[in-house]
Nanobody
């Protein structure tokens, strides 16, 4: 059974940084793309970033490009999201997710099958 557990959220002032982690278990981590999504109150869940199974390719939402960095450590079965220059509009619950199919590199939330419980990120102005 695939399990994803996020950590690292919290309250930070605008301009600050946080690093989110997502620990995965239940299957061979290095075969699967990992993604980060977020959902703010009253809004739909949106794509933030994704990294392919071997870390060879990353993609970012325009709203976070240049500020956020996604990375992974396949030896630790963990994916990270380094968030710098945080803005109040980054406030949301952040989720990590992974697709059911190996080697698949989706961008849409609908194509991700396993989700963590989420971690709250709050950026104060």
């Amino acid at each position: 059974q695939v399990q994803l557990v996020e950590s690292g959220g919290g309250l930070v002032q605008a301009g600050g940084s946080l690093r989110l982690s997502c620990a995965a278990s239940g299957r061979t981590f290095s075969m699967y793309t990992m993604g980060w999504f977020r959902q703010a109150p009253g809004k739909e869940r949106e794509f933030v970033a994704r990294i392919t199974y071997n870390g060879g390719s990353t993609r970012y939402a325009d709203s976070v490009k240049g500020r956020f960095t996604i990375s992974r450590d396949n030896a630790k079965n963990t994916v990270y999201l380094q968030m710098n220059s945080l803005k109040p509009e980054d406030t949301a619950v952040y989720y990590c997710a992974t697709p059911r199919v190996a080697w698949y590199t989706p961008l849409r939330a609908d194509d991700y099958n396993y989700w963590g419980q989420g971690t709250q990120v709050t950026v104060s102005s």
